[in-house]
């Protein structure tokens, strides 16, 4: 199967020329501070347009050492499909060609807990995922495979379920000397001012830091914080420690004010790696 692009003319360029452009630009505008790669365990980045938060991925993703395999979470967004939703074959198709799903890998998270369940409807229409690929495609060419999950489970005891299959598998393929990564993708806070988003953001931000993944989800239910993709956070936090993960690093946070000027209606965005 191939999965189309959803979101290419939209939320990035559509065209392999002018998307080439546009993430170098992205890069380009992006802030590495030192030439020593972070490891990673695990990340948090942004999934709005490229014009917004293209460069606060494309910061985090500049900033680390990053593996040739993935299993990448994001939210649901359409509200279609199933909880714990995984696309376990083919490709997905970008203005900058295709990027092979993980087949082996993905086989391997659905016999380790049934909660992955092989559903393409939840993945369609879906933008959060997609638009990490372009930025890997940059860095990585065609030589990195991923699982896509795409996750709207209510439940943390479910996402710490899908996290225990996830930290599972991946100790499994450390065994033989084998890295993977896990990326979560999620914005931060939607459509309030700047003071209060930033405000909120850092909530937030400062659990992420903690490596905290209860605290993150209760500061987010408690304190009504709009992080689209808590759920994948999470999960991925959960997994991380599992992995020995001890420490958070902040890349970049920014707000979409920050690019449009209007700062009295913004959504926040900000990159984090787990090592």
Request: hydrophobic share 45%; net charge negative.
């Amino acid at each position: 199967m191939e999965r189309q692009p959803a979101v290419a003319g939209t939320f990035y360029e559509g065209s392999a020329a002018r998307l080439t452009a546009q993430v170098a630009a992205c890069f380009e505008k992006a802030s590495v501070l030192s030439d020593t790669k972070l490891p990673m365990i695990g990340a948090i980045v942004p999934h709005a347009g490229f014009i917004y938060s293209g460069h606060v991925a494309a910061e985090l993703y500049a900033s680390v050492a990053l593996p040739s395999r993935f299993v990448i979470l994001c939210p649901n967004h359409t509200g279609r499909g199933r909880g714990v939703a995984i696309n376990s074959e083919g490709s997905w198709i970008t203005p900058l060609g295709k990027v092979r799903v993980d087949e082996p890998l993905a086989a391997e998270l659905r016999t380790a807990s049934p909660l992955f369940e092989e559903d393409s409807a939840a993945h369609a229409r879906e933008h959060s995922l997609e638009v990490q690929l372009p930025l890997l495609q940059h860095l990585l060419g065609d030589r990195f495979t991923f699982v896509p999950v795409c996750m709207m489970t209510p439940s943390y005891a479910v996402c710490a379920e899908a996290a225990r299959a996830i930290a599972h598998t991946i100790t499994e393929h450390r065994k033989r000397g084998e890295t993977i990564g896990i990326i979560a993708s999620s914005d931060m806070n939607h459509y309030l001012d700047q003071s209060t988003t930033l405000m909120k953001d850092q909530r937030a931000i400062d659990e992420i830091l903690r490596l905290d993944p209860k605290a993150l989800w209760n500061v987010v239910h408690h304190e009504e914080i709009s992080m689209c993709g808590y759920i994948p956070a999470t999960t991925m936090l959960i997994a991380a420690r599992e992995l020995g993960a001890t420490r958070a690093t902040l890349i970049r946070h920014a707000t979409s004010g920050d690019v449009s000027g209007d700062y009295g209606y913004v959504v926040g965005y900000a990159s984090i790696v787990i090592h």
